[in-house]
């Protein structure tokens, strides 16, 4: 691919550095079927997947939405080109790979995970497969459904805590900068590679994980190493808790990742990667992924407006995309200029028919701290372990969601509940509030009550 070769060298002269990178060329209809999977082929079949993969059917069909390419942060960094694309988008995504594969390799965020997950993945399609051939197909496949159902109660910032831990001990040296040599071989050496690590080389034992449970927040973590389960059950909550630790730095620098790679597709096409033909083409395509819809942020172009923001600023935007995630790049940079540049304003319910959203609030403070709070925790609402019964008591395993304002909706955090009761076997509570009164949701034998906390 001499475009991939080109948009190496400029990526490289400009100052990304990356791991190297494996292009595949696929047809939209697979590209789909990879992002169903988290883009891992040797994953293990789910239903959850191929309902994934109908919403992407149908949104690229209906016109919705459009994959352009898939990469994966892995050693070496995978990306998946759709065929369809002209030629222009082909050099534009090119150069936007090799942003996300600058990020990968770089941000701290991402330094503990494995990067050896097509064949941990693989692992665990075998493991699941002997499970159900040995206890059937439906029973494997409903505790796995019911174990994903928990990828959401982990700690986000447990693997940095770790790995913070282990360097100031001296077990780890620091991963995130730097070369990696031999990149200009990009095609030949990197397939060479890609073909070793599915075939012969021997999988690495995994980096330091559920063995050590340290954080409250590590619910699902907890409930692999200490519910009592059958061992083939912890097998699979163990699977679960290690892909959901995999995933977890993508839900945390979904802005900063986007607009990193946004950024140096921008500035690598329209410093002499484009030709003057296909300038038209370029404006029309990167202003259609930097497009906001009315009352909502697209972090390709939040993304990208605050890394241009930075630089203006005098920062050092390379440490900014190594050190920060999503939160803390918006709390540094966000200031009184970029919200007036970028428009940005807070809405408020309405009150007239329909209620429709008016602007609320223009004020620089309210507006970055209203992003800082929808964005923190990736999100999701942090709830931790406020205490556990100790073995062969009947005492529940208590949970407190830390309120940050936003209300849990209590009947998907019942169906939650139920599924830690079924796995901890044993009651379970959660403790949250609603508005300004305290709420105790209680899981007891499969049955659910209400009732007012102090």
Not at 405 to 430: I, Q, S, Y
Request: hydrophobic share 40%.
């Amino acid at each position: 691919m001499e475009a991939a070769e080109l948009a190496e060298t400029v990526a490289t002269a400009a100052g990304l550095t990356f791991f190297d990178v494996v292009f595949e060329m696929l047809d939209a209809v697979d590209v789909n079927a990879l992002a169903a999977y988290g883009g891992f082929p040797t994953r293990y079949p789910s239903w959850r997947f191929g309902m994934e993969y109908e919403c992407l059917a149908r949104g690229h069909e209906w016109g919705l939405s459009k994959i352009y390419e898939l990469v994966i942060n892995h050693d070496p960094t995978i990306a998946y080109l759709v065929r369809s694309n002209s030629f222009m988008e082909q050099k534009l995504v090119m150069a936007h790979v090799y942003g996300h594969a600058d990020f990968f390799r770089n941000s701290a965020w991402f330094a503990p995970t494995d990067r050896r997950m097509i064949q941990r993945f693989e692992q665990h399609a075998r493991c699941i497969k002997e499970h159900s051939a040995r206890l059937g197909q439906d029973r494997v496949e409903e505790f796995l459904d019911a174990a994903l159902s928990l990828d959401t109660l982990i700690d986000p910032y447990g693997a940095q805590r770790r790995m913070r831990a282990r360097q100031s001990s001296g077990g780890m040296p620091d991963v995130a900068g730097g070369h990696r040599s031999g990149q200009g071989a990009l095609a030949r050496a990197s397939r060479d590679r890609l073909n070793a690590l599915q075939g012969e080389e021997p999988l690495p034992d995994p980096p330091e994980q559920q063995q050590a449970v340290g954080s409250p927040f590590d619910v699902l973590g907890y409930l692999a190493e200490f519910a009592e389960v059958e061992a083939w059950q912890r097998d699979i909550l163990r699977i679960a808790a290690y892909e959901a630790e995999y995933f977890a730095p993508q839900r945390m620098t979904k802005i900063i990742n986007e607009g990193w790679a946004s950024f140096w597709h921008s500035r690598l096409l329209t410093g002499g990667l484009l030709d003057a033909s296909e300038v038209i083409e370029f404006a029309d395509c990167h202003a259609g992924a930097t497009a906001s819809a009315p009352g909502q942020l697209n972090p390709y172009k939040l993304g990208i407006d605050l890394f241009r923001h930075a630089e203006e600023q005098g920062l050092d935007i390379f440490r900014l995309r190594a050190v920060h995630n999503d939160v803390s790049f918006i709390d540094a940079v966000v200031d009184e200029a970029f919200v007036r540049r970028s428009k940005l304003f807070a809405m408020e319910p309405g009150s007239g028919p329909g209620r429709k959203p008016v602007i609320g609030s223009r004020d620089a403070d309210e507006i970055k701290g209203r992003l800082l709070s929808s964005l923190a925790w990736g999100g999701l609402p942090r709830i931790r372990m406020e205490s556990a019964p100790a073995a062969g008591s009947s005492g529940a395993l208590v949970l407190r969601h830390e309120h940050d304002g936003r209300d849990l909706k209590l009947d998907e955090a019942g169906v939650l509940l139920r599924t830690v009761g079924r796995m901890w076997k044993g009651p379970v509570e959660l403790l949250t509030q609603e508005g300004e009164e305290g709420r105790r949701l209680l899981c007891d034998k499969g049955e659910l009550s209400l009732r007012e906390a102090s």
